[in-house]
């Protein structure tokens, strides 16, 4: 099971504080005992640390994801988060997909809420897998790397 698949995005997060690295590891459990079966997909990018899950091994069948900018919270997001209920009015965002809460602390975190939201994500993002591409396996797949960073307080690599 992929959940115990951790030495890149343990890597990965070692630049950012002691707490977000802890926010991001509880984040990432709470979805992965929710649904074991999905993809995580890792992007170690310019601006962020980006992990999702996706019900393939393609980002546009992400579901839920967890983004380590360096700052104060993270972002707990929906990849098509246009596209599903929010009845609480919680999430933010004015693109024409990506929807997300900013995660201060896990007092804070509102589980219930963000469970049933994600599940309407991953019903979504069933429904638009093709006729046999369906890729459940449950697995760690690191899809990037950028040589360079730009984060606040990180030095270039």
Known sequence: MAIEHTKDLVGFLQPFSAENKELALWLREFVWKLYPK??????????????????????????CSIAVFGKEYLHFGFYWGNQIADPEKKLEGKGNQYRYIKVYNKKDFPKAYITKLVKEAYANSLGKLKEGKQVLKGVTITKSISAKKRRPGIVSR
């Open 38 to 63: 999905s993809n995580e997909l890792i992007y170690d990018n310019y601006n962020a640390l980006a992990f999702g899950w996706s019900t393939s091994d393609r980002l546009g069948d992400t579901f």
